[in-house]
């Protein structure tokens, strides 16, 4: 009995960990926090709620769909800034954020208040993608990182669990399925190719 | 003794050329530095750096890849080192300093850099410069100035360009069509 209780425990301590894990894993980056905490203090910005926003990093971070290992997507609203100021105050932002193994990619900055800033970094195998946004009163934060070669892999070969988003693939197993009067499933499980 | 000195010899013929090949490769860049000025002066600032990691990234994803337009891609993009875009967008005429888009123009004065196209128009003060630089037979650099009355845009390409390869890629991949010209009839691009 207490076995039995123990097998079911370990589980579901498992899936509260991976839980917990994966958004502190995410909120390590420091440039993340600082900006994020620039925005809210700075220009009194309000972040805005995703739902089911834990639940989608969650999947992602076990799933790794197209190479992608873990995200993260933060939402503001309410921002009150000077338009004259604004540009010189992110630009100081970003560069203290963003240490020397960062690269700069794309920087676009309007007077009428739009920002947008790129950065990538390369983290052994993987590759880490920062985006922050303004655009008037709104901003958003977003973070990524994700393996080239498994994304090349994906592009190639696009399944996730063994279920092929093909959907040439899926039309050629529904035609075999139909030949042999088999009722077509919706998707198809990974299934070794047979060579015709 | 003497297979010493000839083997320090080697490794000096080594790191001269390998110096000589890095400083033509960083000859095509730009210094952008006087630009920096008309950040406080433009309404609108796009600034567009790609350079040799995300390239790699690109090159690492595009081989990998079994299309043969993206095999393409990667071969045309193998010897890339970088591509930056400096625009800048004034909101009235004539509000930058003039000497500012001069100093980029005269880095292009160099003997190393050719004049590909330069078009004057006195409609907006409108100038447009092309040039290229050639290692050898291949093209090393391109860099392309624009400037009119409300607007500057400097677009500096470093590493050898396929041409052939750009224009049989046109067209493909959202690559916009591009037409070449030769002996006096236009190269329609294969699809």
């Known amino acids: ?196 | 003794m003497k297979s010493l000195k000839s083997y320090s010899l080697k490794i000096m013929l080594l790191l001269f050329g390998l110096t000589a090949i890095t400083a033509n490769a960083q000859d095509a860049r730009l210094r952008f530095e006087r630009l920096n000025g008309l950040e406080n002066k433009a309404q609108d600032v796009v600034e567009v750096n790609i350079d040799g990691k995300l390239l790699d990234l690109a090159k690492r994803v595009m081989v990998k890849v079994n299309d043969p337009n993206s095999k393409k891609i990667a071969q045309a993009i193998s010897g890339l080192k970088g591509i930056y875009v400096r625009v800048y967008n004034f909101e009235k005429e004539n509000e930058y300093n003039v000497t500012d888009v001069e100093e980029i123009r005269s880095q292009l004065q160099s003997p190393a850099w050719q004049k590909l196209a330069n078009v004057r128009s006195k409609k907006n003060n409108q100038k447009v410069d092309v040039f290229t630089m050639f290692t050898g037979d291949q093209m090393s650099g391109v860099a392309v100035v624009v400037s009119d009355s409300k607007s500057i845009a400097v677009v500096n390409v470093i590493g050898p360009i396929d041409i052939d390869l750009l224009a049989e890629m046109s067209g493909k991949l959202n690559i916009p069509k591009i037409e070449i010209e030769r002996d006096g009839k236009p190269e329609k691009p294969k699809n």
């Open chain 1, 1 to 196: 009995m207490l076995f039995k209780k123990k097998i079911l425990i370990t589980p579901v301590l498992l899936l509260l960990a991976f839980t917990f894990s994966a958004p502190t894993a995410i909120a390590k980056g420091g440039e993340h926090k600082k900006i994020v905490n620039h925005l809210k203090t700075k220009y009194k910005a309000k972040k805005v709620n995703i739902p089911f926003m834990f639940l989608a990093r969650f999947v992602v971070s076990v799933v790794r769909p197209a190479g992608m290992k873990s995200f993260s997507v933060t939402l503001f609203e309410d921002l009150k800034f000077s338009r004259e100021t604004l540009d010189r105050e992110m630009q100081s932002v970003m560069k203290n954020s963003f240490g020397a193994d960062w690269s700069s990619i794309l920087r676009v900055r309007s007077r009428t208040g739009e920002q947008v800033y790129m950065y990538m970094r390369e983290a052994g195998s993987s590759v880490k993608i920062a985006v922050v946004t303004i655009d008037k009163a709104q901003a958003a934060v977003i973070r990524a990182t994700f393996n080239p070669e498994k994304l090349a892999d994906f592009i190639n070969n696009p399944k996730i669990f063994g279920i092929s988003l093909d959907n040439k693939e899926q039309q050629a197993n529904n035609k075999i399925s139909e030949s042999k009067g088999i009722a077509a499933p919706e998707k198809k499980i990974d299934e070794p190719k047979k060579d015709n």
